[in-house]
């Protein structure tokens, strides 16, 4: 019966060179043992259950035995494909099984069109579905599509685009896929995979690394197709990775794009472990940022105006969002200060109305580092202007301990200057270059005092020695008598003290400064004396 239904099997008998032919090599059978051994009760007219899952494989198989109807009426070719056409692709699960099935059935299952008609049905069917759900949940063909591999599961998709499909059809689609496959690195939009211990050079890195990148390449080109935080995780998953350059670019675009509606918890899914527990990766959160900035002042300068002085509302969001961020990773040691700093400076100066915000992530940062110096913190807090703190701010920082003594004088002098004038905050705002240069000038004056209260500690020291000694007084008459001779005196460490103590005036230059006034007593006319007569 074999030769009678294959004539491939009947081509082996007759080209054979033995007389007692008892074997034929059909190792290349698609399907193997299993599907041979169906074809075969074919054959011999026992009863067997065709499938959706096993109907491609026999259609190859009938391919590969040339069992058509030219060598045997109502053969198994012609039966499998009926059955094709009648049962298994007359609805999107069976399509989708018949899909599935011929992954391990290439290249005979490209060749018999039985891939690309099942991508054309389920396409066709997805697209019904998802316009007019039949079942509940309404998305439960995601979860049925999720079962292919990443080749067929991408040509679904292809076609999808093709066809016009929805771009939330889509987006579904690749959202399930992505959780199925990469469940251990993308889990409920949360960032908490499991940690994995797996090597970069693993088979399961490489498996995932090769699906990261093709997800990518599937995703739509609209900016707000996919939800902000999926995004962010599949970037994390690819840094993780390790995945290609162009793929870690693309999502950082993605995400620019739409970053005015990140929140603080998606730029964090960014930056820390899977653990939690250190900083992963800032570079991308950098770039990020950047690009957005970037494609912000491009729009103001293509519409003629200042970016230093006018930024749109989605900056100023954006603002918000980045002092937030760094007050939330701020408290790890492991940040230095050109990382926080150069995430800071990202955002235009004009972007932030007040300074509140990024004043308290400084001040976080400063608690959680507490062995820094004077320079350095100085360093950490050049990122915000103490000028543009609200009231109850510049109140705090005015008592801070942690903040160095420049940003203290800063906020102490504005507060004193609008006490002052009794100029409205919007007026004292105008004036910020001025007070800039006098708290400067104020500056350099607690320096040179604090110089002047080491020399005076000095000269108490000096004093109880000469004390001790007993020989204060002779050494210093000594030094006076010799001091009147010829030649210019030599300064002594008093004079030293009181021309210091002449330059710290309290009231040079201000209301009460005497140095113009003229003086009561006017030399050039003689004093008018009383005279007595005895």
């Known amino acids: 019966m074999l ?32 599907t041979f051994e169906k074809a075969a009760k074919f054959c011999y007219g026992v009863n067997f259950e065709i499938t959706v899952h096993n109907v491609a494989a026999l259609r190859c198989a009938a391919e590969y035995l040339q069992m058509t109807d030219k060598y045997c009426e109502n053969n198994l070719t012609g039966r499998t494909e009926g059955f094709l056409t009648q049962v298994a692709l007359s609805s999107l699960s069976g399509a989708i ?76 689609a690749i959202v399930t896929y992505a959780e199925r496959w990469l469940r251990d690195l993308i889990r409920d939009h949360s960032g908490a995979g499991t940690k994995s211990l797996e090597s970069d050079d693993s088979d399961i890195r490489i498996r995932q690394r090769e699906l990261i990148q093709s997800i990518v390449a599937l995703l739509p080109s609209e900016k707000a197709a996919l939800p902000i935080n999926f995004i962010c995780c599949l970037l994390r998953s690819a840094t993780f990775v390790k995945a290609s350059t162009a793929t870690k670019n693309e999502l950082e675009k993605r995400i620019s794009a739409i970053l005015e509606h990140v929140t603080v918890d998606d730029l964090l899914v960014l930056s820390f472990t899977y653990d939690g527990e250190r900083l992963f990766d800032l570079e991308s959160v950098r770039r990020i940022i950047s690009g957005f900035a970037e494609r912000e002042k ?57 300074d509140d915000d990024l004043y308290r992530a400084v001040d976080i940062y400063l608690k959680a580092h507490p062995n820094l110096d004077e320079i350095e913190r100085e360093k950490v807090c050049s990122v915000m202007d103490a000028l543009k703190l609200s009231y109850e701010a510049r109140l705090h920082a005015s008592q801070n301990k942690r903040l160095p003594v420049q940003i203290v004088l800063h906020a102490l002098y504005f507060d004193q200057l609008k006490l002052r004038s009794g100029e409205d905050e919007n007026d004292m705002q105008m004036d910020a270059v001025s007070t800039r240069n006098q708290v400067q000038a104020d500056v350099s004056l607690a320096k040179e005092n604090e110089a002047l209260r080491t020399e005076l500690l ?13 020989s204060g007084v002779g050494a210093s008459a000594a030094t006076t008598s010799s001091g009147k001779g010829g030649g210019p005196r030599k300064p002594t460490f008093f004079s030293s003290v009181s021309k210091k103590l002449g330059k710290l005036n309290p009231f040079k230059n201000g209301s009460k400064d005497t140095s113009n006034i003229d003086d009561c007593v006017d030399v050039t006319k003689p004093r008018r004396r009383r005279f007595s007569i005895s």
């Open 97 to 172: 099984a018949v899909l599935k099935s011929c992954e391990d059935l290439t290249p005979i299952a490209e060749e018999l069109k039985i891939v690309q008609r099942c991508v054309e049905v389920v396409t066709s069917k997805v697209t019904i579905e998802a316009n007019f759900p039949s079942r509940s949940p309404t998305n439960w063909w995601t979860e049925e599509l999720s079962i292919l591999d990443i080749d067929f599961f991408g040509r679904v998709i292809t076609s999808m685009k093709q066809r016009a499909s929805k771009t939330l059809t889509v987006s579904s």
């Open 3 to 34: 030769v009678a239904k294959s004539n491939r099997i009947r081509q082996l008998i007759l080209e054979s060179d033995e007389p007692d032919l008892t074997r034929i090599d059909l190792s290349n059978i698609p399907g193997g043992p299993e």
């Open 298 to 354: 491009s729009v103001a300068v293509f519409n003629a105006g200042d970016f230093r002085e006018v930024c749109s509302a989605a900056m100023l969001r954006v603002a918000k969002t980045v002092d937030a961020y760094l007050g939330e990773i701020a408290t790890c040691t492991e940040l230095s200060i050109s990382k926080f700093n150069g995430i800071a400076v990202l955002v235009p100066k004009g972007a932030r109305k007040v």
């Open 458 to 470: 000095k000269m108490k020291m000096y004093i109880s020695d000469i004390k001790k000694t007993g």
